[in-house]
């Protein structure tokens, strides 16, 4: 599935718009397309920091398709770490 994802966002003071067109997997969107569009712009939005050079952002908005509004979602995700440590 298609989809356009746009970003709002805050870099210590400098608010940009970035709009794009992503891919996102037909099982997981017929499961939960909001979040498997989230998981997809979390990781543009992670790209978009480190090409910023990691610097402060806010993430004041996030949309797919111009009509869903999915900036909660994104707030929420977080990477996960394996823990393999053997303590």
């Known amino acids: 599935m298609r989809v ?7 870099i210590e003071g400098i608010r940009g718009l970035s ?26 939005i992670q790209q978009q920091w480190r090409e910023s050079g990691c610097r402060d952002m806010i993430i004041e908005m996030v949309t797919w398709n111009e009509e869903n509004d999915i900036t909660e979602d994104v707030k929420q995700i977080r990477p996960v770490v394996k823990d393999d440590l053997p303590f």
């Open 19 to 44: 709009r794009g067109e992503f891919f996102v997997r037909d099982q997981e969107f017929k499961v939960d397309p909001n979040f498997a569009v989230a998981v997809v712009a979390y990781e543009w």
């Open 4 to 10: 356009i994802i746009e970003t709002k966002l805050n």
